[in-house]
């Protein structure tokens, strides 16, 4: 395991601090923050399962969506 010099110590407890902060005075920019992670997870996961899908028309897609 690693041991923090003092100097990295004092870095890692202002960084805690920060966040904390941030968590007490801007829930709403922090819950904008953790929902936009949230559907950039969801993305890449269907972007995965696209992958491994089998492909469609441009066609079948615009029949589908009734355009």
Do not use: C, P
Request: hydrophobic share 40%.
């Amino acid at each position: 395991m690693t041991t923090l010099s003092k100097e990295d110590q004092h870095i890692k407890d202002l960084f805690k601090e920060a966040l904390l902060e941030l968590l007490q005075e801007r829930r709403d920019l922090f819950s904008d923050i953790l929902a936009e992670a949230i559907e950039d997870a969801g993305l890449v996961n269907a972007i995965r399962e696209g992958k491994e899908s089998y492909k469609v028309s441009k066609k079948e897609v615009m029949d589908t969506l009734g355009e």
